[in-house]
């Protein structure tokens, strides 16, 4: 599966700090809230595929990428993420999902000394187990 996607106008930008809004810092002296670009631009992509190896066990592959605030250079936050991952099917309606992400962020426009890439490249590969279950 292919997609590639784009999005024109208000871009949600996060918390101040990651916090949970309305949260106050150590001191007391300032509290989080929601940041937005009210006008902007952002694209990206990902391709997945699956390869059924066994009638219960899947393998994927997953590449994706998203160019955020492509509108305001200081602003633009490029993200890449490979997932490699694994379904095992236990019936039709309950599966097991396992899936390594190798993530990668950066500000292509900023020196690799500012402190927007100091906290993207300290963003770390994820891990994640998932039982699925319908009904």
Known sequence: MVEYIKADGMIFDGTDGGAVPGAANNAGTA???????????????YVDVGYLVLPALELNLRYDLLNRRT???AAERKFTTTTLGLQYFFD??????????????????????????????????????????TF
């Open 31 to 45: 509290f989080a809230g929601f940041n937005i670009a009210p006008v902007d631009e952002a694209d990206g992509y």
């Open 71 to 73: 509108e305001t250079a």
């Open 92 to 133: 039709k309606r309950n599966r097991l999902t396992f899936n390594y992400e190798l993530r990668e962020a950066e500000a292509p426009n900023l020196p690799g000394t500012d402190p927007a890439n100091l906290v993207l490249d300290s963003m770390d590969d994820r891990l994640s187990l998932q039982l699925t279950s």
